[in-house]
């Protein structure tokens, strides 16, 4: 496997279900993110992950909650969801900041998991 | 106001056509323009990468940034049916909070 990998790749569930999604990056990246994709709007960035430490959290209701055990694996936990939470959720990867040098930081993004909430 | 703008489309052209995107955006500390490709059913693929003001080609593509009027462009070259997806400007500070446009889906016809 290359790049940054998401499963499952859609997802029904209803509102009283729990489930979760899974990222892994094998690109050797430091820094992991979670976004939603909704029709004819900007990406949404969720969670902000830096060497596993969460550094930010753009006002994501609660019944999102994002789990990163290592620099290669983020987790985005799923409950009692609203309907207008369907979308498509992207996660990403970038080498991180704080390297000597390095102001930018390019992302690299997994094919998402379309997420439909009855 | 959007922190940025971008026309959602669709855009349609016949192939070989040049095609031109462009984006708005008002934070005047950025510093850092990207363009992304989407297809159907896939994540954004980087595309072009450009650091403040100036023009950067590669192959068929070619990005510009002007800084003072806060906008930027992506054209397309010789157009082609592969290049029908949705394009995303994003661009970032210089730290890993990068903000998007709403993407422009576009349409190369044979």
């Known amino acids: 496997e290359t790049g940054v990998t998401q499963t499952p790749r859609h997802l029904v569930m209803g509102m009283t279900n729990k489930k979760s999604l899974k990222c892994e990056q094998h690109l050797g990246h430091n820094a992991m993110y979670w976004y939603k994709q909704s029709a004819k709007k900007p990406l949404e960035l969720m969670f902000v992950y830096n060497f596993k430490e969460q550094t930010e959290n753009n006002s994501v209701p609660s019944r999102f909650s994002p789990e990163c055990p290592n620099s290669s694996h983020l987790f985005l936990h799923l409950h009692t969801l609203q309907p207008e939470d369907s979308a498509l959720y992207l996660c990403a990867s970038s080498q991180g900041p704080g390297l000597a040098g390095a102001r930018t930081d390019t992302q690299y993004f997994g094919p998402g998991t379309r997420l439909t909430v009855l | 106001q959007k922190e940025v703008e971008q026309d959602p489309g669709p855009l349609s052209v016949p192939e070989g056509a040049i095609v031109s995107l462009n984006c708005t955006y008002s934070n005047s500390a950025f510093q850092y323009f990207m363009w992304y490709r989407q297809y159907s059913r896939k994540g954004p693929e980087l595309l072009m990468y450009?650091?403040?003001?100036g023009n950067k080609e590669d192959g068929r593509f070619t990005a510009q940034v002007d800084k003072s009027s806060k906008y930027i462009s992506l054209f397309i070259r010789d157009s082609q049916p592969s290049d029908s997806a949705t394009y995303l400007c994003?661009?970032?500070?210089?730290?890993?909070?990068?903000?998007f446009g709403a993407g422009t889906r576009l349409t190369v016809k044979p």
């Open positions: 994003a661009m970032s500070e210089g730290t890993n909070d990068m903000r």
């Open positions: 450009t650091y403040s003001s």
